[in-house]
């Protein structure tokens, strides 16, 4: 039973390069989820996906931030122009269809390190 | 503004000891509740939640919460901590109306030191 898959586990870049992660949901889950979580803090939504449709966005989502999920599977995060504010961990969660019930599994994350 | 409180940043128990973590939150409507645990460097693992039914939660590795309406908490307990159990805890919620268990709002979280 494989969990959530995330990669790389960790990126170090220098600011103003762009970086992608990219998350593999559990087999069959429809809904895909992106959080960020910084030190000392919960996680934070950033976005999530029905199949391939992207359904939300936060407010936290800027423009150098795009996500997909091309084929309703795997999903990529990427930052443009990376500043030091990035720096975080980038968690991908997913879940099964059907509201409320349906329990969000969460990867290991990926960790940013703009310097 | 809806918000969830963790009012503790940092609790220190002995092994052995009973624990407690608590967790407020503020929602026009009761929302849906969990608890999350997460180890150092590590994804978060669901601990357990609350959707209906019966206010007292039981989860995983020996941990329950209780729901209580009139005070807007969603305490976890456990009755004997174990080394293991050193960790940070986050306490989330999502909103009813949303009809989303996935779009989580998350307390601030409480880190867990376990004395030998």
């Known amino acids: 039973d494989t969990g959530v898959s995330q990669n790389p586990r960790h990126k170090i870049t220098k600011r103003g390069q762009n970086v992608t992660f990219r998350c593999d949901p559990i087999?069959?889950?429809?809904?895909l989820y992106w959080y960020r979580q910084t030190l000392g803090q919960g996680p934070e939504f950033l976005t999530y996906f029905q199949n391939e449709a992207q359904l939300e966005k936060s407010r936290l989502l800027s423009d150098r931030f795009s996500a997909e999920r091309p084929k309703g599977s795997f999903s990529t995060l990427e930052i443009q122009r990376t500043e030091q504010g990035d720096s975080a961990m980038y968690l991908c969660a997913s879940s099964s269809l059907g509201g409320s019930g349906n329990t969000i599994y969460f990867g290991e994350g990926s960790w940013l390190t703009v310097v | 503004a809806q918000s969830v409180t963790q009012p503790d940043i940092h609790i220190t128990v002995s092994e052995g000891a009973s624990l407690e973590l608590r967790c407020n939150y503020s929602?026009?409507?009761?929302?849906?509740l969990f608890w999350y645990v997460q180890s150092p460097g590590q994804g978060l693992q669901l601990l357990l939640k609350y959707f209906s039914g019966d206010t007292l939660v039981q989860g995983i590795k020996g941990f329950e919460a209780e729901f209580k309406r009139s005070q807007s908490s969603f305490n976890l307990r456990k009755p004997s901590v174990h080394w293991s159990d050193a960790a940070e805890y986050f306490c989330?919620?999502?909103?009813?109306?949303?009809?989303?268990?996935?779009?989580?709002?998350f307390g601030q979280g409480t880190t867990l030191q376990v004395k030998p």
């Open positions: 087999s069959e889950h429809n809904r």
């Open positions: 989330a919620v999502a909103p009813r109306s949303s009809g989303n268990t996935g779009k989580l709002i």
């Open positions: 929602y026009g409507a009761t929302p849906y």
